[in-house]
């Protein structure tokens, strides 16, 4: 289901808190990023507008945000103005005393490519799932990695892989860079905790197409050390995403999740299937999440 009915806008990479009664999403932009606010998770959105950007930079991509004490840490990645190569973005960390900014640029966190963090907090403290790249693997392609923080504003600089390529449904663009090698993509990494289990969500293949998908792999480990995690990821054969194109909607990825008086559910961006894929109008939507026994479902809403 679409959370959000503005005509002419776009919610990609949709991440989602809640803070003091309302509900914050916050989406990729190219100009910087965007906020919407709602008091209902499902409906009533309006939009606050552009909430953060630094000059000289553009394309700030996948947004997290958290708040600790008053103040709101935005991890987020962006490119140089005056450049075209993607492989430019690198992840940095901008703070706000407001959900709704203006947050403010602090430090860059780490070197390009880096993408797609999001940064969790255990008792045994902070750490960054996000995506980098590796030129050099059988199915080379971007693939997730978690480490250690040393507080808000500075990494261990010790990441592990969390989540590789290992399937061709995961294959972003066929000899992309070299003849004869085939790009992956699994981007977009949420990790949540529940029941004695590990779950990190990702998403597979390419946005520009409609085969973009959810997935998740899991760890039952013992233990809070996220980067010491080794995560199983779940592929259900014949192939079949947790999230894919289904009879009303195509190219769904990228999601964060939030529990609502117990219940969890999974915001994510989609593309109406009836709509031309090269218009690219990604748009939030939203459905409940199960977790049982390492198994993730989603329900409808």
């Known amino acids: 289901m679409k959370i959000v009915d503005i005509k002419g806008t776009c919610q990609a990479d949709p991440y989602v808190i809640y803070y003091c009664g309302k509900y914050y999403m916050y989406c990729t932009g190219s100009d910087g990023v965007q906020c919407y606010e709602s008091a209902n998770l499902q409906n009533g959105w309006t939009l606050v507008g552009n909430v953060f950007s630094q000059d000289g930079f553009k394309e700030y991509w996948a947004p997290c945000v958290f708040e600790q004490d008053g103040t709101f840490y935005m991890y987020y990645s962006s490119m140089p103005m005056d450049s075209d190569d993607v492989h430019l973005q690198q992840i940095k960390v901008a703070t706000s005393t407001n959900p709704t900014g203006p947050f403010t640029y602090v430090c860059d966190l780490l070197p390009p490519f880096s993408i797609d963090p999001h940064v969790v907090q255990t008792p045994s403290g902070l750490y960054m799932f996000y995506s980098v790249n590796n030129y050099t693997a059988l199915r080379a392609g971007t693939y997730i990695v978690c480490d250690k923080m040393d507080g808000f504003f500075a990494m261990a ?67 809070d050390q996220l980067n010491q995690l080794d995560f199983v990821k779940h592929v259900q054969l014949p192939f079949a995403p947790l999230i894919g194109t289904n009879d009303v909607e195509t190219s769904t990825g990228h999601n964060s999740l939030i529990v609502v008086d117990g219940q969890m559910y999974v915001v994510y961006h989609g593309r109406d299937l009836s709509t031309d894929m090269s218009n690219k109008p990604r748009t939030a939507r939203i459905c409940k999440l199960f977790a049982n026994n390492g198994k993730l479902t989603v329900e409808r809403i």
Not at 187 to 212: L, R, V
């Open 157 to 223: 600089n010790n990441p592990k892989a969390m989540v590789v390529p290992t399937l061709d449904e995961e294959i972003f663009q066929k000899d992309r860079f070299v003849q004869g090698q085939h790009w992956h993509t699994i981007e977009g990494a949420f990790y949540f905790y529940k029941d004695g289990y590990h779950y990190c969500m990702y998403s597979g293949n390419c946005y520009e197409k409609p085969t973009y998908h959810i997935g998740y792999a899991v760890s039952n480990q013992p233990f």
